[in-house]
């Protein structure tokens, strides 16, 4: 496995996150709202805030997820099922590098 590549989409993965966002957006937004413009600028732009709150959320927990799976990398542990202690498969590491589980144990989960 070459967990130099992983590393690599890890790392992109995180400055994506954190470049994304942010308070700005949201700011340009509520600067929008106060003016009196038309109606559908203005609902456009509540939409636009609605989806940047719930990106982030999901981003603060991919950023966790992502800083976790790059300190398994430092440890050598890394694509090592943390339930099972299986390897993750190489095609699920590609799809979610940041995963902790395999396949297996993700399904078990749900159940
Ligand atoms: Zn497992």
Same mark, same amino acid.
């Given at each position: 496995m070459d967990v130099q590549h992983y590393r690599h989409a890890l790392v992109n993965k995180r400055s994506e996150s954190l470049g994304s966002g942010g308070i700005k957006p949201l700011q340009a937004s509520m600067e929008n709202n106060t003016r009196?413009? =038309?109606?559908? =600028?203005?609902?456009?732009?509540?939409?636009?805030?609605?989806?940047q709150l719930k990106l982030k959320a999901t981003d603060a927990k991919i950023l966790q997820a992502i800083d976790e799976a790059l300190r398994r990398i430092e440890a050598g542990t890394y694509g090592i099922c943390r339930d099972c202690g299986e390897p993750i498969a190489e095609p699920r590491l590609n799809a979610i590098p940041w995963t902790r589980v395999c396949i297996t144990c993700k399904e078990k989960q749900r159940a």
């Open positions: 009196q413009g =038309d109606m559908a =600028d203005q609902a456009s732009g509540n939409n636009e805030v609605h989806i």
